[in-house]
């Protein structure tokens, strides 16, 4: 029970981190803290001194909001009462970073990479690392 509680935290803090994105919280220019709660928070600590360009920041934009609507619907047909449905968001989320951490420079990866090491990840379990 415990477990699942803390996954689906985890869940609602991804749900979360994809809205403040689509509400311009100042990804990688410091001024997301407060805005929106945990979330804005959670993308401060995702994107910790990284700059994107306004093209990247509409990429990754598109991207955390394709992740938020898919975790909607899934929510939606049972949530994680299934423990496949467990897994396929913590799937979605590994793929959401995945295409994210495609947009960035080289540069940007490796602090990208850094900061997702560091961020907590809800009931003990990491999405596996990505593959550069």
């Not at 609602?12 to 805005?35: D, I």
């Not at 047909?77 to 989320?93: F, H, S, T, V």
């Not at 959401?96 to 495609?102: E, G, L, S």
């Amino acid at each position: 029970m415990r477990g699942m509680r803390m996954l689906a935290a985890a869940m609602l803090v991804m749900v979360a981190t994809t809205a403040q994105a689509q509400g311009g919280g100042g990804m990688g220019q410091g001024g997301g803290m407060g805005q929106g709660g945990g979330a804005g928070r959670m993308n401060e600590m995702l994107f910790k001194d990284i700059t994107l360009s306004p093209e990247q920041k509409t990429k990754v934009d598109s991207i955390q909001a394709a992740g938020r609507t898919a975790m909607q619907e899934m929510m939606q047909a049972g949530g994680m009462q299934d423990p496949a449905n467990r897994e396929k968001m913590m799937a979605m989320r590994t793929k959401q970073n995945t295409d994210i951490r495609a947009v960035l420079t080289a540069e940007q990866q490796v602090t990208f990479d850094k900061n997702l090491a560091a961020m907590p990840q809800g009931g003990g379990r990491r999405p596996p690392p990505i593959k550069q």
